[in-house]
């Protein structure tokens, strides 16, 4: 594989996944990769950092200025799946704040206390056609925005929801039956999103088949929130697929 990096590109959002460290000898080639990217008209941009053991001052310098130009551009630049190791090292380096960086180990979703009320959700009725899809996104970071999250937390969230609701109307018929529930509490906001197609479960420590497009969105909201559930519906056919972001 040498010093390459494998890509993947969907619904306007880029991964890039350096199969090394992030250094001298790497950067060139990513430059190339993120540069192409942004001349394309990306605005969202992932680096799984899954293989990335070192960044050095070459590879800092080229994220915080891809980051700001991203920034400039209303987007954003995201490290995720950092090690202790890398995070640590952004943090000396008091970077945490200017890159956005999720780490590869999440701290586990405190449970809630059996009953506790939300304090506000809205649900919605998906409408037929993904023509609909970028309004439901807006809609839903709207709302996220009335939350303390910050506005890359905002961000991240709406395009997670946004892939889950391109699952629904990709395997359930163009979104028909298909609904949307967001509930808000003190330390999280919850998403459900359910659709009436065949039905899909995938437990929590699963990696999804690389080849499905469904797969390709799990793995993108799992870097995204801090918790996906994949599960068929009890209520009736069909998945749902709830996702947790935590506040604070």
Request: hydrophobic fraction near 40%.
């Amino acid at each position: 594989m040498g010093n390459h990096s494998t890509m993947n590109e969907w619904n306007d959002i880029a991964v890039i996944a350096p199969v090394s460290d992030i250094d001298i000898a790497t950067v060139p080639r990513l430059r190339e990769q993120l540069d192409t990217l942004i001349a394309g008209g990306v605005r969202r941009v992932l680096v799984n950092c899954q293989n990335v053991a070192f960044i050095d001052s070459t590879g800092l310098a080229f994220l915080l200025s891809r980051a700001r130009m991203l920034l400039a551009r209303e987007g954003l630049l995201s490290l995720v799946n950092t090690s202790p190791q890398v995070t640590r090292f952004l943090q000396i380096a008091r970077l945490l704040d200017i890159l956005h960086v999720s780490a590869s180990e999440k701290p586990p979703i405190p449970v809630l206390a059996p009953n506790t009320p939300p304090l506000w959700s809205k649900t919605f009725v998906i409408r037929e056609g993904v023509e609909n899809l970028g309004s439901y996104r807006h809609r839903v970071a709207e709302l996220l925005g009335t939350l303390p999250l910050s506005r890359d937390d905002c961000f991240d969230t709406a395009l997670a929801v946004g892939e889950a609701l391109s699952n629904a109307y990709d395997h359930a018929c163009g979104g028909v039956g298909s609904s949307m529930t967001i509930a808000a509490y003190a330390d999280r906001v919850v998403v459900d999103v359910r659709d009436c197609g065949c039905g899909f479960e995938i437990a929590p420590d699963e990696e999804p088949p690389e080849s499905r497009e469904r797969g390709r969105g799990i793995r993108l909201m799992r870097m995204l929130v801090d918790s996906v559930e994949v599960r068929r519906r009890t209520d009736a056919p069909g998945t749902r697929v709830r996702l947790i972001k935590l506040i604070g």
